[in-house]
């Protein structure tokens, strides 16, 4: 079964950046694509990114375009979540997900495209 691992969150000044890793196990990601979500207090679970299991696709919210790049390693089985620029604003816990698909260049950044989800890492940005 298909676990996901987050790490890599953390505490950071405004205009900073931080990396996040999404691990996986138990299965290989070759054929999953991969998304990640965020969750600030009393919001609701947004879309950030999406990879299709090809990585020739890629999505990115509005809020984080020219900000955020992911990024997929098959080979060490993890997916990558560069962020720069940061902004108070996207303080949230972030969590990865993963959806099989039969189609290489497919990810389609709703929650409910995803089967497997992370624990979530928490990211802060703050003076």
């Known amino acids: 079964q298909l676990q996901l691992v987050e790490s890599g969150g953390g505490l950071v000044q405004p205009g900073g950046s931080l990396r996040l890793s999404c691990a996986a196990s138990?299965?290989?990601?070759?054929?999953?694509?991969i998304g990640w979500f965020r969750q600030a207090p009393g919001k609701e679970r947004e879309g950030v990114s999406c990879?299709?299991?090809?990585?020739?696709?890629?999505t990115y919210a509005n809020s984080v375009l020219g900000r955020f790049t992911i990024s997929r390693d098959n080979t060490k089985n993890t997916v990558y979540l560069q962020m720069n620029s940061l902004k108070p604003e996207d303080t949230a816990v972030y969590y990865c997900?993963?959806?099989?698909?039969?189609?290489?260049?497919?990810?389609?950044?709703?929650?409910?495209?995803?089967?497997?989800w992370g624990q979530g890492t928490q990211v802060t940005v703050s003076s």
């Open positions: 990879i299709s299991s090809s990585g020739g696709s890629t």
């Open positions: 138990g299965s290989t990601l070759d054929y999953y694509a």
């Open positions: 997900a993963a959806a099989r698909t039969a189609v290489q260049n497919m990810c389609v950044m709703t929650r409910s495209f995803f089967a497997s």
